[in-house]
């Protein structure tokens, strides 16, 4: 590298499952969808969390052969991206209105209608699950089941987003040390998971 800074980007090809883009018009606007699979086969839809795509909050799922294989199997699975999160996206115009999570909770109604889906799986991290949630309360008769993946319902208290503060500095000035793995474990599993991991795993 030349000039020498914090940041740095690296370009991923698409997750090799055979997948086929589409960009869906919806009234709120263009939403991109990857199709992965049979459509013949019952439909899981993802939702990814704030500033992430399918590649980037999915790929450590998709990328394991056997978590892909059996999805795959299973399902055919519609990776909805928000508006301007999908790969290769444009910076949005500052012209365009903002969109609310009732709106997005709308875009995906409007996505199963462009490819005619009565009722599907729906897979949602944080931010994501918070949106799947509002399209499962208001299209009950659409959602066979919800996975939720650290689902938010409120905004985050001061004690949170300070203790976001320490991770990301604990993650930024020491890497993932042995420390960070312990707050992420207990942070994002149960007492009793994060209890059976430290029993089994950690010692």
């Known amino acids: 590298m030349r000039n020498s800074t914090d940041s740095f980007s690296i370009d991923i090809d698409l997750i090799p499952l055979g997948g086929k883009e589409c960009i869906v018009k919806t009234s709120k606007g263009s939403v991109s969808v990857l199709v992965c699979g049979d459509r013949d086969k019952p439909a899981l839809i993802t939702y990814p969390d704030v500033a992430l795509n399918y590649v980037s ?4 799922l998709l990328f394991c052969p ?3 294989s ?16 999908e790969l290769g996206a444009d ?5 365009e209105p903002l969109l609310c999570v009732d709106d997005l909770a709308d875009q995906v109604a409007e996505v199963l209608d462009f490819f ?3 009722e599907v799986m729906c897979l ?17 008769e659409r959602v066979l089941g919800l996975i939720l993946v ?5 905004g985050p ?3 949170e987003w300070i203790y976001n503060k320490v991770l990301m500095n604990l993650l930024y000035f020491y890497g993932m040390c042995g420390l960070l793995k312990e707050c992420l474990l207990q942070r994002y599993f149960s007492k009793v998971l994060f209890s059976f991991f430290m029993r089994h795993y950690c010692r």
């Open 66 to 68: 056997e978590a892909a």
């Open 91 to 95: 910076v949005i115009s500052s012209d």
């Open 150 to 154: 650290t689902p938010i319902c409120k």
């Open 116 to 118: 005619g889906l009565r």
């Open 70 to 85: 059996l999805m795959l199997h299973n399902f055919c699975i519609y990776h909805i991206d928000a508006p301007g999160h």
């Open 157 to 159: 208290s001061w004690t």
């Open 57 to 60: 909050c999915f790929q450590g």
């Open 124 to 140: 949602g991290v944080t931010a994501g699950a918070y949106i799947l949630t509002l399209f499962a309360m208001k299209y009950k």
